[in-house]
């Protein structure tokens, strides 16, 4: 049907870098508000960025804003999430999620791992 595939998570020193990436395939990407979500374990999973359709309205959560950038390439399908100045608390698992629940209920990724060492 449809799926989405996180990658680009691993293990980075603190104050270090990660580019994450999700690529949706087979759905009509251009056409869905994205996210990008995090959980570590023990630990409700929280929203970190949205971008919307047009890629013009964007929102971040207040831990990660002027540090993380939400971008996405609709000709690649592809959401894109830069982790700059990255943090031990930061260490978690990043999940993809397309904000429609009406066209693509429940659409998320299985998540890449990021961990952030002191």
């Known amino acids: 049907q449809v799926q989405l595939v996180e990658s680009g998570g691993g293990l980075v020193q603190e104050g270090g870098s990660l580019r994450l990436s999700c690529v949706a395939f087979?759905?009509?990407?251009?056409?869905?508000?994205m996210a990008w979500y995090r959980q570590s374990p023990g630990n409700q999973r929280e929203l970190v960025a949205t971008?919307?359709?047009?890629?013009?309205?964007?929102d971040y959560a207040d831990f990660v804003k002027n540090r993380f950038i939400i971008a996405r390439d609709d000709r690649k399908a592809t959401l894109y999430l830069q982790m700059n100045n990255l943090k031990p608390e930061d260490s978690a698992k990043y999940y993809c999620h397309v904000e429609d629940d009406f066209r693509f209920p429940h659409l998320w990724g299985p998540g890449t791992q990021v961990t952030v060492s002191t």
């Open positions: 971008i919307d359709n047009s890629g013009r309205f964007i």
């Open positions: 087979g759905t009509m990407f251009s056409v869905s508000k």
